[in-house]
């Protein structure tokens, strides 16, 4: 599979988190704004959100039926002892390396694999559920590249900005 806009919006969301992480360096702490996580917050998310997909990207590999639930991407328990253990370059290298891992993966599978359906659950922060239901993988992908880092990139460079 084409990996080039994921892979695109993994670059964006690390030069992002590059920007915060050097604020936070030269003494402008990157404050949470009321209601958002913080830079740690994010990337610890996007790399706890990053193995549940590696995980369905090597049942495709196998020929069985993946599911994704994003629960312990978003779980605060998860995210606290995450970034209660890693600091902001440690946080980004994770990114980093969870990346390469699901990009890696991706780029194995056939191309028919994008249309593949995939069983979601995906839950809010505050673990409500906002959906469940059958996703094809390159529907998946595309908001993960497309929506969901992006979104994740504007954050870091929100708070790179106010740092």
Known sequence: MDTTSLRTAYTGLLDAAAAAGAAAQ???????????????R???HV???DRLLAAAARRLLEGATP????????????IDALTSSAGHDVLADLVRRNAAELLGLVERLPD?????LV????????????FSGEVPWGELLRVRAE???PGH???????????
């Open 26 to 40: 030269a003494g402008r702490p990157t404050a949470e704004p009321p209601g958002e996580p913080g830079a740690e």
């Open 42 to 44: 994010t990337l610890a």
């Open 47 to 49: 790399a706890l959100g």
């Open 67 to 78: 599911s994704v639930d994003n629960a312990p991407a978003v779980d605060p328990a998860a």
């Open 112 to 116: 028919d694999a994008a249309l593949r």
């Open 119 to 130: 069983r979601v659950r995906l839950v809010d922060g505050s673990g409500r559920e906002a």
């Open 147 to 149: 929506e969901h880092l």
């Open 153 to 163: 990139a504007d954050r870091l460079r929100r708070l790179a900005a106010a740092g």
